[in-house]
């Protein structure tokens, strides 16, 4: 049984099956199921440990068993890892504490058993640079880890630097923009303090608009953000929120009021005061356990790999000289 | 026409390649077969001469232009051409000093290369933006393997051609001085071999990458569709090879068709998708 598994006409049977998945995947289409190319890796996976087993040109050979071996476990590590996985987003504004509570878009495998819980860090202030024609540079985002001892670390992360903590990776994202923080002050009950987070800048430059309902009241207010942050097209510049100024556009029913930071207005049944422009950077949230795992199998497996074909390629020269001096004396 | 400081360099060094491609074409031609520079081999020195000072020359383009816009050939197709121009035809000059038995398969190679050489003349040399992402140091480990990996396969091709050519009367007058064609089908897919090693290494060196700029190793965008599907031809090739007898000619076409899907996703499958390795995210 296990001998017909290992025939080589059913691993190219496997991957041929599995170049039509991957054809099938081609550009991440979100319609097609994750399937095609699970099967053929399965089916593959079975053929490659009954070959393992069984067939003395490969288990003989310690370099293409070695190469086979980490084949089988990459297939296996990269199923692990899709099982324990987890993907999501975090948009966290200048001197906000990271909490998982907040994370969008939590995409996450059955088998994740991270430590989200011990993830503590602190936002801080970040730039980006911009060459002429607003194309994205280097990002610069700061934030502070809690030393044992109670005392804060700084971190510049950004772009391919992502600030690691207990294997959970946070990447900066072109996602980034600006918040004015808010105070609600209810006619009763205790005021509300928060942030109305902006659509992503530069990209909604034109489209810094969002709106929000004070609880208890069924009154939305629609915010509109002027920034002016020395943004010009033809330029360098450098997205920096110390460098940044709004007026803050405020519509509720028929009232429309323009605010500077530290200004109040009267709304309906409560008062509304614009306290500071604050920023936010997202981030994109990755965390898998077999990362390291994968890179030294497969390192392994193509060592293994070199390790064959240098033994099989020494054993006979690379072109047979007689064969070519018979051919060239004929000619 | 505004011309940058490259572009002389660049047209030298096509100039180089040129004159080593009609050499190479002369030598088999059955014509020269009684000039003492085909009898003494003296044509090959020229062509492998001429091919080192095309190497050259190129190599004070990309020079040239990386002074001009302040970073490497990464990103824009014409960078991309013009480096890929360069590593082809160090490597080929390798393979073509160490390995005697290829030599006359360069009317072919050289050819394949001329692609690349009438597409970069066609494309203008504006200056490029460096993405952040392209900071990176695995980067030149992914680029770095992937060029040796196409000269692999492009030297393939070569003999993959000349066992194709050698099932007409005039492939077989051309190539009259190379080896059987078992000896050439043994030759080729050691190099397909080597190349296999060095696909999988620009896999790796492009998953660490790939998770270091944008967050995950492998999320099948179209180029490391692409990518993966000329790693698994490749495997398939090798493995038809193991399973079945295969005709000589069958088996330079399998070359050839890892070829030409390896080409597609270097030179086609970034300026075709909006892939996040064109690094403008």
């Not at chain 2, 079945?244 to 970034?270: C, R």
Request: hydrophobic fraction near 50%.
């Amino acid at each position: 049984m296990l001998r017909r598994l290992a025939s080589l006409k059913f691993t190219l049977v496997g991957m041929i099956l599995l170049a039509g998945g991957a054809m099938l995947s081609y550009g991440n289409p979100v319609d097609v199921s994750v399937w095609v190319l699970v099967v053929p890796l399965a089916l593959l996976a079975l053929n490659l440990f009954a070959a393992i087993v069984t067939n003395p040109r490969i288990n003989r050979q310690p370099g293409l068993l070695v190469f086979h071996v980490c084949l089988l476990a990459t297939v296996l590590l990269a199923g692990v890892g899709r099982l324990t996985h987890l993907d999501g987003h975090i948009e966290l504004a200048e001197n906000q504490a990271f909490n998982k509570d907040e994370l969008l878009d939590v995409q996450k495998g059955p088998w994740h058993r991270g430590n989200l819980d011990k993830v503590h860090f602190i936002q801080g202030r970040y730039t980006v640079d911009y060459a002429p024609g607003l194309k994205r540079g280097l990002t610069h985002s700061q934030v502070f880890v809690p030393r044992p001892d109670g005392t804060l670390e700084e971190r510049d992360v950004g772009d391919d630097r992502p600030l690691i903590l207990q294997r959970y990776r946070f990447y900066t994202t072109f996602n980034k923009g600006f918040a004015p923080i808010l105070t609600w002050i209810p006619a009763q009950g205790a005021p509300i303090t928060g942030r109305i987070n902006m659509p992503s800048y530069p990209l909604f430059e034109y489209k810094q608009d969002n709106r929000w309902t004070p609880p208890g009241t069924g009154e939305v207010i629609k915010f509109w953000l002027q920034l002016k942050t020395g943004l010009n097209l033809d330029e360098a510049w450098v997205l920096d929120g110390r460098n940044a100024s709004a007026t803050l556009v405020v519509t509720a029913g028929d009232k429309r009021v323009e605010m500077q930071p530290g200004e109040e207005v009267q709304l309906g049944p409560g008062r509304l005061r614009f306290e500071s422009l604050t920023t936010w950077m997202g981030y994109r949230v990755f965390y898998d356990p077999t990362l390291q795992w994968l890179f030294w199998v497969s390192i392994a497996g193509v060592l293994g790999l070199t390790h064959f074909f240098w033994t099989k390629l020494n054993l006979a020269p690379w072109v047979d000289e007689a064969d070519t001096a018979a051919r060239g004396s004929k000619a | 026409m505004n011309v940058v400081a490259e572009q002389p360099w660049l047209w030298a060094g096509l100039g180089a390649y040129l004159v080593a491609t009609l050499i190479a074409m002369w030598g088999v031609s059955p014509r020269s077969e009684n000039s003492p520079l085909v009898r003494n081999k003296t044509h090959e020195k020229l062509v492998l001469g001429f091919i080192v000072l095309g190497v050259l020359l190129l190599s004070a383009a990309i020079i040239a232009r990386w002074v001009r816009i302040g970073h490497g050939p990464w990103i824009s197709l014409f960078e991309l051409l013009m480096s890929q121009m360069w590593s082809l035809g160090l490597i080929f000059a390798l393979l073509y000093w160490r390995l005697p038995g290829l030599r006359p398969s360069a009317v072919i190679v050289l050819p394949v290369m001329w692609i690349l050489g009438s597409w970069v003349l066609t494309l203008e040399p504006d200056i490029s933006h460096f993405p952040a992402t392209y900071y990176n140091v695995w980067k030149w480990a992914h680029v770095g393997v992937g060029k040796v990996f196409l000269a692999l396969l492009l030297a393939g091709v070569g003999l993959g051609g000349v066992m194709i050519l050698r099932t007409t009367e005039r492939g077989r007058v051309w190539f009259r001085a190379m080896p059987s064609d078992a000896t050439i089908d043994k030759l080729a897919w050691r190099l397909m071999m080597l190349a296999l090693v060095f696909d999988s290494l620009m896999l790796i060196a492009g998953a660490v990458w790939a998770q270091d700029a944008w967050g995950r190793y492998w999320q099948w965008d179209s180029l490391e569709t692409s990518a993966f599907l000329t790693w698994i031809f490749l495997a398939i090739g090798l493995h038809v090879r193991l399973t079945y007898k295969v005709k000589p000619w069958v088996s330079g076409a399998i070359i050839i068709g890892v070829f030409i899907m390896a080409f597609s996703t270097y030179f086609g499958t970034p300026y075709l998708s909006p892939s996040a390795h064109k690094g403008v995210i």
